[in-house]
C-alpha cells in the first residue's frame, strides 16, 4: 500500500477543491481541518471520507464555493452566523473568530450558524480557542455530544 504524506494528501485535496471552484483560501482551509482530522487518527472526519462527498455537493450546489458568510444578529457577546450554504469549515472557523473576538471585549462569546454544510472535526474548534488562551466548546446537531 502506497504512503502519502500529509503534505502530498494536502497538495491533491487543495488541488481539486480548486479546480471545483473553491477559491484558494476555501481550499487552503478545509484542506487543513480534513488532513488535520487524518493526523490526529479520526479518519471518519478526514480526506478520503468526505472530500469525495464535498466536490459531489459543489457539482451539485449543495455546497456553493465563495459563498458570503453573513453576521444575521450582533450581539456585544453573542451572534448568529448565515453559511450562505458554503463549506462549513469556512463558516465554523468564522463563528468562533467572531466568538473568540466577543469574549476578549466582554468575557464570554457566544455564536450560532445557520445554513452550513458539514462543519468537519469540532475539536478543530475548540483548538482555536485554546490557541488564544480561551475554554472552547462546539456543538453540532442534537445527535453530536459536545466537545
Not at 477559491?23 to 487524518?38: G, K, M, P, Q, Y
Not at 450581539?75 to 473568540?100: H, R, Y
Not at 473576538?101 to 445557520?114: E, L, M, N, S, Y
Amino acid at each position: 500500500m502506497p504512503v502519502i504524506t500529509g503534505t502530498q494528501l494536502a497538495l491533491i485535496s487543495q488541488n481539486l477543491l480548486k479546480a471545483a471552484g473553491a477559491s484558494d483560501e476555501e481550499a487552503e482551509i478545509v484542506t487543513r481541518f480534513l488532513v488535520n482530522a487524518n493526523l490526529a487518527g479520526v479518519d471518519s472526519h478526514g480526506v478520503v471520507p468526505n472530500l469525495f462527498v464535498y466536490l459531489q455537493g459543489v457539482r451539485s450546489g449543495t455546497i456553493k464555493t465563495r459563498a458570503k458568510i453573513e453576521v444575521r444578529m450582533d450581539g456585544p457577546s453573542t451572534a448568529l452566523i448565515d453559511g450562505n450554504w458554503g463549506f462549513g469549515q469556512m463558516t465554523c472557523s468564522k463563528a468562533m473568530e467572531v466568538a473568540i473576538d466577543k469574549a476578549r471585549r466582554t468575557g464570554v462569546g457566544a455564536v450560532g450558524i445557520f445554513n452550513c454544510n458539514h462543519i468537519g472535526r469540532l475539536a478543530e474548534y475548540t483548538q482555536m480557542a485554546v490557541d488564544n488562551g480561551m475554554i472552547g466548546a462546539s456543538h453540532s446537531p442534537l445527535s453530536v455530544l459536545p466537545f
